[in-house]
């Protein structure tokens, strides 16, 4: 059974800062890469940023390049996303995701949600004006 819970959401003000964490339990085996995607009120789960446990490849979606930065402690079986600069559209919903399919991916298909077949429940992270 694989699990994955979030945490490090919270309130901040625009321009600070907070760093999420996703814990992974489970078939340890089979987590090839870990992503991070969001969803705000009324609009469609959009993805922020993904690592291959293995390669080490990283992506991130333009609107966070440069602000976010996320990592991988193998060790903890923890991914988190160290997120900066943060601005009021920042706000939503923070979900965590794991690709447990040993295939290679491109770019591309680590930010595509149908790619990850395990997802936590998320944790909100709301940044006020």
């Known amino acids: 059974q694989v699990q994955l819970v979030e945490s490090g959401g919270g309130l901040v003000q625009a321009g600070g800062s907070l760093r999420l964490s996703c814990a992974f339990s489970?078939?340890?085996?089979?987590?090839?890469?870990m992503g991070w995607f969001r969803q705000a009120p009324g609009k469609e789960r959009e993805f922020v940023s993904a690592?291959?446990?293995?390669?080490?490849?990283?992506v991130y979606a333009a609107s966070v390049k440069g602000r976010f930065a996320i990592s991988a402690d193998n060790a903890k079986n923890t991914v988190y996303l160290k997120m900066d600069s943060l601005k009021v559209e920042d706000t939503a919903v923070y979900y965590c995701?794991?690709?447990?399919?040993?295939?290679?991916?491109?770019?591309?298909?680590?930010?595509?949600?149908?790619?990850?077949?395990?997802w936590g429940q998320g944790t909100q992270v709301t940044v006020s004006s």
């Open positions: 690592i291959s446990w293995s390669s080490g490849a990283i």
């Open positions: 995701a794991l690709d447990g399919d040993p295939k290679m991916r491109t770019a591309q298909a680590m930010g595509d949600m149908s790619s990850y077949a395990y």
């Open positions: 489970g078939r340890t085996f089979s987590r090839f890469r």
